[in-house]
């Protein structure tokens, strides 16, 4: 699985207005809380900002919450691939589009436990299990609990992404252990509707919010390259650093993986450094998030990876062949890391 499951939704509107949100007022004064702290306009004008001038401030910020020298590692396995019945335009896993991807049965406990223990060898301590359902059902969640159990007992982390989530399901992970679970927002709400139609952004908002609820951290990013304009990044980066009531605490940023069959598989590559510069301002106005380069990161150079890590990512996502012992891609990741004079790790300041 090359982009990491992401389910996503449709149209609705939100925009990224500024309500600001007041809790119990003190001495009669109204308590903003610490929300919806950024106007479209402003993160527009952060993405303006000359490329020297946006990469001293994201540094700056970085710095002041993380160590710069550590990248976290954590490892992506697709516990049940394929078969899906939504239509993420991006996503070689939906039924809606011939890429070849055969559908599976969900992983065995067995198998789980083998891939966690040789990503943990491998240096992950965050393991996310991803299932291609629209929304896991009260069977498929009895078998998630069995495996989020087998994660924890080889000492990682454990992060899921099933899709949509009541808050009973949510409850029921996190009685199992769960830590994270990723929903990515994927794209602006004006953008949702060109690229699924299956599901609209609230039902998004809904499970990050179900989620939250039962005290599991949430894992929520986007994609870009996909046709967006810049004005609609600025917009996903408002409605994740505008979430009630804090910003997600993990940000993964996906370049857009272009499978062919999938709709978007003629789209036009996007600049490098407007990446770059959307790792940087999401390291802006999310300061104390994990900013994770995800999908995409296989085809970008060495030098475009360093550059996002000077912009403030600090976690990488490997995709599941890591899972072999002496993966390539496992030792040019590491060996990238080495060259940087950088350490996997995950301590914050
Ligand atoms: S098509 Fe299904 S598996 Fe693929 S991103 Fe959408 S919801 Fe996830």
Request: glycine content about 8%.
């Amino acid at each position: 699985m090359d982009t990491p499951v992401t389910h996503s939704p449709a149209t609705c509107h939100t925009g990224a207005e500024q309500t600001v949100h007041f809790c119990a007022p003190r001495n009669n004064q109204p308590v903003p809380q610490s929300t919806n702290r950024w106007a479209v306009e402003d993160i527009e004008a952060l993405f303006a900002l000359p490329f020297p001038e946006l990469m001293f401030k994201a540094q700056q910020v970085h710095r002041e919450h993380f160590n710069p020298a550590e990248v976290e590692f954590a490892t992506l396995l697709s516990i049940k691939t394929g078969g899906c019945p939504e239509d993420c335009g991006y996503c070689p896993q939906s039924v809606h589009y011939d890429t070849g991807v055969d559908a599976t049965k969900l992983m065995e406990a067995d198998k789980v436990r083998e891939a966690a223990e040789l990503a943990k060898a491998a240096g992950a301590t965050r393991f996310c299990m991803g299932a291609a359902w629209r929304a896991p059902k009260d069977r498929d969640i009895e078998n998630v609990v069995t495996l989020i159990k087998t994660v924890k007992d080889v000492g990682l982390e454990a992060c899921c992404t099933l899709g949509m989530l009541t808050k009973d399901h949510a409850e029921q992970l996190k009685e199992a252990g769960l830590d994270y679970y990723n929903h990515n927002l994927d794209t602006a709400p004006e953008n949702y509707g060109n690229i699924i139609s299956t599901r609209d952004y609230q039902d998004r908002l809904d499970t990050l919010e179900n989620v939250r609820n039962v005290g599991v951290n949430v894992c929520s990013g986007g994609i870009i390259g996909m046709g967006e304009s810049r004005r609609q990044r600025a917009e996903l980066i408002g409605q994740l650093a505008n979430l009630h009531p804090h910003y997600p605490d993990s940000v993964p940023i996906n370049n857009l993986v272009k499978v062919e069959g999938t709709p978007l598989a003629e789209t036009d590559d996007i600049d490098p450094l407007e990446f770059v510069r959307m790792i940087a301002v999401a390291r802006i106005t999310m300061p104390k998030a994990r900013v994770r380069l995800s999908a995409g990161r296989s085809a970008m150079a060495d030098t475009m990876q360093a550059l996002c890590f000077m912009a403030g990512a600090n976690s990488i996502f490997y995709g599941e062949k890591l899972l072999t012992t002496g993966n390539p891609d496992v030792e040019a990741d590491l060996n990238l890391i080495e060259r940087l004079g950088m350490t996997a790790g995950k301590s914050g300041h």
